[in-house]
């Protein structure tokens, strides 16, 4: 098997070159010097020539409030890239495997989603995400989707990074506390991405470390496990005032990965000690 991974500079894809190189399954990386997802021709040119098996995307437009004012950017990033991706690996016959998340849907209420419930993004970013799973649908039969939120990993930006230097530098952050939603540890997902493109089990999948919290309980836990005595003061969603909607209700059911003979990741708790704790080196 061959794997051509997008998108390897950023957090995600980072971790899963390193977990297929574990098992020594070849695989190649690309990001935005090797061709760029949102002109076909140059898609189709740098895919045929590796020609994988797999195509595992992880490149993505992930700036959310930016994106209510570059939406053209945003749309040809998420939905033409990914169409113009599925579009080769329907020429060459190829599996491929496309990252969404959380913000394809309303976020109303407490219920947890189920993959098949209905969509209804509140943001710009989450209209383009789902419009590149879509594309990925219309197109190929041979698919995974995989539905992500709150994601962290060793490199690149991400939110605990952002509250550890806060957190060095200030007694006290706002942060919001009626967003509910579940952490995303790559190195952890990583890992079950690896086990399922060695299946055929196609389909739409919400893959998350398990447990749900808000920002702020996020926040508590990672200033208790770096023994940082920074006072968290929860604030709501409106008084943040973010320019993007984010849903209210992330909370994503896995129980489809247990069905289909895979299992759930374990606690965001547990993911994100043993996150710090290699960040911070100890």
């Given at each position: 098997?061959?794997?051509?991974?997008?998108?390897?500079?950023?957090?995600?894809?980072?971790?899963?070159?390193?977990?297929?190189?574990?098992?020594?399954?070849?695989?190649?990386?690309?990001?935005?010097?090797?061709?760029?997802?949102?002109?076909?021709?140059?898609?189709?040119?740098?895919?045929?020539?590796?020609?994988?098996?797999?195509?595992?995307?992880?490149?993505?437009?992930?700036?959310?409030?930016?994106?209510?004012?570059?939406?053209?950017l945003?749309?040809?990033?998420?939905?033409?890239?990914?169409?113009?991706?599925?579009?080769?690996?329907?020429?060459?016959?190829?599996?491929?495997?496309?990252?969404?998340?959380?913000?394809?849907?309303?976020?109303?209420?407490?219920?947890?989603?189920?993959?098949?419930?209905?969509t209804?993004p509140?943001?710009?970013?989450?209209?383009?995400?789902?419009?590149?799973?879509?594309?990925?649908?219309?197109?190929?039969?041979?698919?995974?989707?995989?539905?992500?939120?709150?994601?962290?990993?060793?490199?690149?930006?991400?939110?605990?990074?952002?509250?550890?230097?806060?957190?060095?530098?200030?007694?006290?952050?706002?942060?919001?506390?009626?967003?509910?939603?579940?952490?995303?540890?790559t190195?952890?997902?990583?890992?079950?991405?690896?086990?399922?493109?060695?299946t055929?089990?196609?389909?739409?999948?919400?893959?998350?470390?398990?447990?749900?919290?808000?920002?702020?309980d996020?926040?508590?836990?990672?200033?208790?496990?770096?023994?940082?005595?920074?006072?968290?003061?929860?604030?709501?969603q409106?008084?943040?005032?973010?320019?993007?909607?984010?849903?209210?209700n992330?909370?994503?059911?896995?129980?489809?990965?247990?069905?289909?003979?895979?299992?759930?990741?374990?606690?965001?708790?547990?993911?994100?000690?043993?996150?710090?704790?290699?960040?911070?080196?100890?």
């Open positions: 098997m061959k794997v051509l991974v997008t998108g390897v500079k950023g957090q995600l894809g980072h971790d899963i070159m390193l977990s297929l190189a574990k098992r020594e399954i070849e695989a190649v990386g690309a990001d935005l010097e090797e061709f760029d997802i949102t002109d076909l021709d140059q898609t189709r040119a740098f895919i045929t020539k590796e020609a994988p098996d797999v195509v595992v995307h992880c490149s993505a437009y992930t700036a959310v409030d930016k994106a209510e004012e570059n939406k053209e945003c749309h040809n990033v998420n939905a033409i890239g990914p169409r113009n991706i599925a579009a080769v690996c329907k020429e060459i016959n190829a599996v491929m495997m496309y990252f969404s998340t959380d913000y394809v849907f309303p976020g109303k209420g407490e219920c947890f989603y189920e993959p098949e419930d209905e209804g509140t943001s710009q970013y989450g209209l383009t995400k789902l419009e590149g799973e879509q594309a990925v649908q219309e197109l190929l039969e041979k698919y995974f989707i995989i539905r992500i939120s709150w994601v962290f990993g060793i490199n690149g930006n991400n939110f605990v990074k952002t509250m550890l230097r806060l957190g060095k530098e200030r007694t006290e952050v706002n942060v919001v506390c009626d967003e509910i939603g579940s952490p995303t540890y190195a952890d997902l990583a890992e079950l991405v690896c086990d399922m493109l060695v055929d089990k196609y389909g739409v999948y919400h893959a998350t470390n398990e447990g749900v919290c808000s920002w702020a996020f926040t508590k836990e990672i200033f208790r496990i770096a023994g940082y005595h920074t006072k968290v003061n929860p604030i709501t409106a008084e943040y005032g973010a320019k993007a909607v984010r849903p209210l992330s909370r994503m059911s896995k129980e489809k990965l247990v069905e289909n003979g895979f299992y759930k990741l374990p606690s965001w708790q547990n993911a994100l000690n043993r996150y710090i704790r290699e960040y911070l080196g100890e």
